[in-house]
């Protein structure tokens, strides 16, 4: 809720991070247990997500990998996802390649700073996809390395990616939306997706949803 103070934000993502922590302790993931804790610059976007109102409550962890970690959560206008890149086992030289020739970004020489820049970069990614039509997750707001979108799923619980479909109704149909969209993300927000596939495309309420745009 807005005007929640950091130790509050901070004990309430230490109580997700047990719930994970648990689970993955059950399958001995312990490496991965140890990648998972938040650093006090993440805490305090959430402290600010949380007090300009973005942010009403996060519940529980979608995802988590080695660059990045996905938590559903709430706000005023509905679910939401929440990204938080991670900055201690971030790839810097793989941000940076993509960083590099993008006239909308100056490249910068510090890790932290970088990974900022980069969840800033998903986040205008999205904007201008989502701005002429492409069917992407709508983005909210973006603080430090936490970005917000809609959640494209229900009851905290993301769509399928398009991998873990058993069986579409229509592959044929399926497949020429998703060359629909990346013909529009091409001609009218001048974006190309560098990673398309099965990976990052969700299949929600019938249709394609595409995702990772960073």
């Known amino acids: 809720m807005p005007g929640e103070s950091v130790e509050e934000i901070e004990e309430r993502l230490e109580l997700l991070m047990e719930r994970e922590l648990e689970k993955r302790r059950r399958v001995r993931e312990e490496e991965k247990v140890r990648s998972l804790i938040f650093d006090s610059s993440t805490i305090r976007a959430f402290v600010k997500l949380f007090n300009k ?90 603080v430090g390395n936490v970005l917000v979108m809609q959640l494209i799923g229900e009851g905290g619980f993301p769509a399928p990616l398009l991998r873990e479909v058993p069986e579409l109704p ?22 190309v997706h560098g990673d398309l596939s099965e990976y990052n495309v969700m299949y929600w309420l019938g249709l394609p949803w595409i995702i990772d745009v960073s």
């Open 170 to 191: 229509d592959p044929e149909a399926v497949m020429w939306d998703i060359l629909g969209q990346v013909r529009i993300s091409l001609l009218e927000a001048e974006l």
């Open 53 to 142: 109102g973005v942010l009403r409550d996060f519940t529980w962890i979608i995802s988590a990998g080695k660059e990045a970690m996905v938590l559903s959560g709430v706000g005023p206008d509905g679910e939401l996802a929440i990204k938080v890149y991670r900055v201690a086992t971030a790839n810097f030289g793989r941000y940076l390649d993509y960083i590099v020739g993008d006239y909308r970004f100056v490249p910068v020489k510090s890790k932290r700073k970088l990974i900022r820049l980069w969840a800033r970069k998903e986040y205008r990614n999205l904007a201008r996809l989502f701005e002429v039509g492409v069917r992407v997750p709508r983005p909210i707001d973006v």
